[in-house]
């Protein structure tokens, strides 16, 4: 995602206001470092799709639609469904988009929350594509497509919200054995999802850790860290971007995470 010249010309400015704000105790937006925009998720969005929802951070939006297929399966887990996560900044969304292939952004995007999925067991042995399995060579593939709609900070946050609302709606298609299809306005029930992984986002600016950070807060961070847990108590993920955190500023952030995620989890249930 290559930034503007605009962007780059005030992001000196920018950061120097923000900072010495932090520095007074407020931010641009007057939330304490912990507090998150207004948010919202509405699920079952896309009727055509097998699940999906739109997450809604601030200003941010991220849909989510979860599509079913059927695949051949990995050699090496011969009776395990597929799972995959793909990402597209739309252009409508900022101005620093542009159209073409994923970019390093996007990828990174569909990765952060393929992972924090995957890594909660949410996908994998006894999880949610134990069932997957229909015939000898042949299981079901889920997908879930991140679509970036209007990008004004965190787009992590929005999109694990709504990655998470489109799984809790999704109604898997029944196969038919004999033409080998499935049909998909029959259903056989939903996913079984045991854990519910959910992203908080934190920005450093200075010595100052913010929760949710806006896109200016970004552009003017030291450093980044996305923490994912479940409800369970357990880290599921983390992914650090550029920057340091030290120990105790990570410690603290995990702290903040589990807090927050319990209150992120709300809007999907």
């Known amino acids: 995602m290559a930034e503007s010249a605009k962007d780059l010309v005030m992001h000196d400015i920018k950061r120097s206001v923000i900072l010495d704000m932090l520095n007074k105790g407020q931010r641009m937006d007057d939330r304490a470092p912990d507090q998150y925009r207004p948010i919202s998720v509405q699920k079952g969005v896309i009727d055509t799709a ?87 060579g042949k299981v079901m593939a889920l997908f879930l497509d991140i679509y970036v709609l209007d990008h004004s900070g965190n787009m992590t946050d929005s999109a694990s919200l709504a990655a998470i609302g489109a799984l809790l709606d999704v109604k898997i298609p029944k196969y038919d054995p004999d033409t080998k299809t499935l049909i998909r306005n029959e259903t056989s029930g939903k996913l079984g999802l045991k854990h519910l992984p959910i992203a908080t986002t934190f920005a450093k600016v200075g010595q100052h850790t913010l929760c949710d950070p806006t896109r200016e807060e970004m552009l003017a961070a030291d450093a980044k860290l996305t923490i994912t847990t479940t409800q369970n108590g357990q880290i599921a993920a983390m992914q650090k971007g550029k920057g340091a955190f030290t120990r105790d500023e990570v410690l603290d952030a995990v702290d903040v995470a589990f807090k927050k995620s319990a209150e992120l989890r709300k809007y999907v249930l």
Do not use: H, W, Y
Request: glycine share 8%; net charge negative; charged share 30%.
């Open 50 to 136: 097998e699940g999906s929802a739109i997450a809604k951070i601030g200003k941010t939006q991220i849909l989510v639609g979860a599509k079913m297929a059927t695949a051949t399966p990995f050699p090496d887990r011969p009776k395990e469904g597929v799972f995959s996560v793909n990402c597209e900044f739309l252009p409508l969304a900022n101005s620093s988009f542009e159209p073409g292939p994923p970019d390093e952004d996007s990828i990174e995007l569909a990765r952060v929350t393929d992972r924090g999925i995957r890594s909660a067991e949410v996908e994998g042995d006894n999880s949610i594509t134990e069932n997957f399995f229909l015939e000898e």
